[in-house]
């Protein structure tokens, strides 16, 4: 055994902003071990200099400003694997700075296995059925991969903004949503695949029935203050891993003023 690790997960919307808003001050309190970071947004310098002193693997995307993955660890990486490339060895550019896998030297000598990941939002809106297109090809390839993962005899955890809430009780406004992206019948039928291959999903195995914890809410209005959000962000724990889980939860700022994302960030307390 290797004692309590704390990792957490977060969009940061960009982070170079997160910064400015406060997200060096929560890091500090919070404390995690290990950070797995979304839409990212930045080259890797920029990404190595916020995290001195930690380890960090970054996957920027093909497409400047948009998406990139990280893994930011007080823990060594000994290995990283970056993308999913289709049979021709090759991800087309919207999928690129997406997928970040990382293995993680624990103290016993054991392997944690880490996976960021971002996957497309997609919007349903009549003229953008490429970008469902998109979507539903890159959830194929996550899918397979997580097929894999899911067998691993060590423990991994594959977290981030997987931009679907699973069910009615994963957003506020179900009932308003039912034919946009993010709530589609097609999409959530694959975390119902994810979870029917043995995936735990420890947001809503620790967060009770529901409605909500929410991790998402737009800036716009007065959604983050009514709670009019949406359960997008996921720890999804395999069997070596899922029963580990001693504590999870959204660390919701206290107010709107007090966000560095539009996302909260999802933590997870593990005793490995």
Request: proline share 5%.
């Amino acid at each position: 055994m290797s004692g309590v690790l704390t990792v957490a997960t977060a969009n940061v919307n960009g982070i170079r902003a997160a910064v400015r808003r406060g997200m060096d001050t929560w890091t500090a309190h919070r404390a995690p071990d290990v950070l797995l970071l979304q839409e990212v947004r930045a080259p890797d310098e920029v990404v190595a200099a916020q995290f001195d002193g930690w380890h960090v693997a970054h996957l920027p995307c093909a497409i400047k400003g948009r998406a990139g993955v990280a893994v930011v660890s007080r823990l060594p990486i000994t290995a990283s694997r970056a993308g999913l490339p289709g049979a021709d060895g090759t991800e087309p550019d919207v999928d690129t700075g997406r997928w970040l896998e990382a293995d993680l030297a624990l103290p016993d000598g054991g392997r944690l296995t880490v996976v960021s990941a971002y996957l497309h939002s997609g919007s349903a809106k009549p003229g953008q059925e490429h970008t469902m297109a998109a979507k539903y090809a890159h959830l194929d390839k996550v899918s397979a991969r997580l097929d894999e993962l899911v067998r691993d005899d060590a423990p991994v955890v594959v977290a981030g903004d997987v931009n679907i809430a699973h069910r009615e009780v994963d957003i506020a406004n179900w009932k308003g949503n039912v034919k946009n992206a993010g709530f589609l019948p097609t999409e959530r039928a694959y975390v119902d695949r994810w979870l029917d291959a043995g995936w735990t999903d420890l947001g809503r195995a620790h967060g009770g029935e529901g409605p909500g914890p929410y991790t998402w809410w737009t800036w716009r209005g007065q959604a983050f203050d009514n709670d009019k959000g949406w359960r997008i962000d996921y720890q999804l724990a395999n069997p070596v891993l899922a029963d580990r889980a001693v504590k999870v939860e959204v660390d919701r700022a206290a107010t709107y003023e007090a966000r560095w994302s539009d996302h909260a960030p999802l933590l997870a307390t593990y005793d490995l």
